[in-house]
T-cell receptor, first 115, second 117 residues
Framework: EAQVTQNPRYLITVTGKKLTVTCSQN?????MSWYRQDPGLGLRQIYY???????DKGDVPEGYKVSRKEKRNFPLILESPSPNQTSLYFC??????????????FGSGTRLTVV | AQKVTQAQTEISVVEKEDVTLDCVYE???????LFWYKQPPSGELVFLIR??????QNEISGRYSWNFQKSTSSFNFTITASQVVDSAVYFC??????????????FGKGTKLTVNP
């Protein structure tokens, strides 16, 4: 089944403790992206990657890092999480050049709480 | 810069009423894509429709229909004979797709639809 898999689904952590949210897709998509969703603000893009070793900042990159060493994986790294990073996070992917009938495929989301 | 505006923050209707969710977008590109996603209380994002900038035909899928008008930069979504299961947050999104270039998907802030029995 074609899908984007995020882990974990839920995470509670403490301020300053480094964490990684994983994202993996099995569709051989070039483009991958991370979003955070906050009440009243909708979804905002954190980082995106056009292909392996090609990443760029979105609208709200502060406090986050990403890497794209393999095509299928695009982990989101919080080196020193803070409470303002408490949010619902989504990973998405799509093929570049032709987005196909379904456009972007989203993961199921990761609900992160930083205390 | 890209921008998507969903002016209706919350809408409440009674079952079987028709409801239209508004979406207005801004872009400088001539090639772009518009999307609608549904987010039910469970939280996942469910794809509803994709429309490219060269296809202004309206689309109907069951009780759902979409009206794309480039002249007013709008991509409105209508649910006919609404049902309780339609209760969700609906997002409109805009993607500027540049071959080999950067790409960005921008979301509106969403419209929360509540359908009461």
């Amino acid at each position: 089944e074609a899908q984007v898999t995020q882990n974990p689904r839920y995470l509670i952590t403490v301020t300053g403790k480094k964490l990684t949210v994983t994202c993996s897709q099995n569709m051989n998509h070039e483009y991958m992206s991370w979003y955070r969703q906050d009440p009243g603000l909708g979804l905002r893009q954190i980082y995106y990657s056009m292909n392996v070793e090609v990443t760029d900042k979105g609208d709200v990159p502060e406090g986050y890092k990403v890497s794209r060493k393999e095509k299928r994986n695009f982990p989101l790294i919080l080196e020193s999480p803070s409470p303002n990073q408490t949010s619902l996070y989504f990973c998405a992917s799509r093929a570049t050049g032709y987005s196909g009938h379904y456009g972007y495929t989203f993961g199921s989301g990761t609900r992160l709480t930083v205390v | 810069a890209q921008k998507v505006t969903q002016a209706q923050t919350e809408i409440s209707v009674v079952e079987k009423e028709d409801v239209t969710l508004d979406c207005v977008y801004e872009t400088r590109d001539t090639t772009y894509y518009l999307f609608w996603y549904k987010q039910p209380p469970s939280g996942e994002l469910v794809f509803l429709i994709r429309r490219n900038s060269f296809d202004e035909q309206n689309e109907i899928s069951g009780r759902y229909s979409w009206n794309f008008q480039k002249s007013t930069s709008s991509f409105n979504f209508t649910i006919t004979a609404s049902q309780v299961v339609d209760s969700a947050v609906y997002f409109c999104a805009l993607s500027e797709s540049t071959q080999g270039g950067s790409e960005k998907l921008v979301f509106g802030k969403g419209t929360k639809l509540t359908v009461n029995p």
